[in-house]
């Protein structure tokens, strides 16, 4: 049974001590998780040892960061390896955050390098792919994230590509608000899905974890993660209040 993840998105949020409360409420709450749900928590760089410190002890509970760089050392100033990422214990890598995408120019083919880099030394890639407000208007959302998928991940071997979990995130939907409708979210996924299956076969993106992002909140989760080929949430704000992120770790199904 392929993985179903709550993963909260920090971004660029809260002061250390602020997040060692998050965690530390998030903690206090009791959970009776499955062997196939997972919990990840996508913290600013400077946390990330603090985090792990918390979360290392809590079965099923990871630390991810929000990026990495391809390379594994050397003069690229402001940069982190996954090397050094997993020297403090993280395993798991959000990559290709629209927000990234947009206002730092990270394209398809930089992904897919790091999604190697990633890989290479067996740390999981949480690749987000999505589309912006126009493309979905012009009812050209398939195509795009098909794109995304095609040039980040489908040099991937299929032995491979099930170590990937991707995150689906309309942009219109982030930060916004406006929830995609489970229907909406659900006719995505299952297009990504049999994208997937039509590369890779039905048995290996069976396999493959599909988060779906975008004003996830402890009101919608239930229903969202309800939909058969949506298999979890990246959830950003929400992430931020630990009764709304707690709510969403017991909605996973
Ligand atoms: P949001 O963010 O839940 O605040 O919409 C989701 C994300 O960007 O990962």
């Known amino acids: 049974m392929r993985k179903k993840i709550a993963a909260a ?15 530390d409420g998030l903690l206090a709450q009791s959970y009776q998780l ?9 913290v600013p760089f400077p946390y990330l040892t603090m985090a792990v410190q918390k979360l290392q002890q809590v079965p099923q509970f990871y630390v991810a960061a929000q990026n990495c760089y391809t390379k594994a050392s050397g ?6 390896s996954v090397d050094i990422l997993q020297s403090v214990g ?10 990234r995408r947009e206002y730092f120019q990270e394209s398809n083919q930089f992904l897919a390098e790091k999604v190697d880099a990633i890989l290479a030394k067996g740390a999981t890639p949480i690749f987000c792919c999505g589309e912006p407000l126009p493309v979905r208007e012009a009812n050209e959302q398939n195509a795009f994230v098909a794109k995304q998928l095609q040039e980040s991940l489908y040099h991937l071997s299929a032995e491979a590509i099930q170590k990937v979990v991707i995150a689906y995130e309309p942009i219109w939907a ?39 992002g975008g004003s996830v909140k402890a009101n919608n989760a239930i229903e969202l993660f309800s939909q058969p080929d949506v298999d979890g949430g990246l959830v950003g704000g929400a992430s931020l209040i630990v009764e709304e992120f707690a709510a969403i770790i017991k909605a996973l199904p």
């Open 174 to 212: 982030i930060g916004t608000g406006k929830t995609a409708t489970s229907a909406q979210a659900q006719e995505i996924h299952a297009f990504l899905r049999s994208e997937l299956a039509g590369k890779y076969g039905a048995a290996i993106a069976d396999n493959i974890s599909i988060l779906y």
């Open 75 to 80: 003069a690229y100033t402001g940069e982190v």
């Open 9 to 23: 998105n920090w971004k660029m949020n809260l002061t250390l001590q602020q997040g060692e409360a998050l965690l």
């Open 90 to 99: 993280v395993q798991h890598i959000v990559i290709g955050h629209s927000e």
């Open 34 to 42: 499955q062997p196939h749900q997972e919990v990840v928590v996508a």
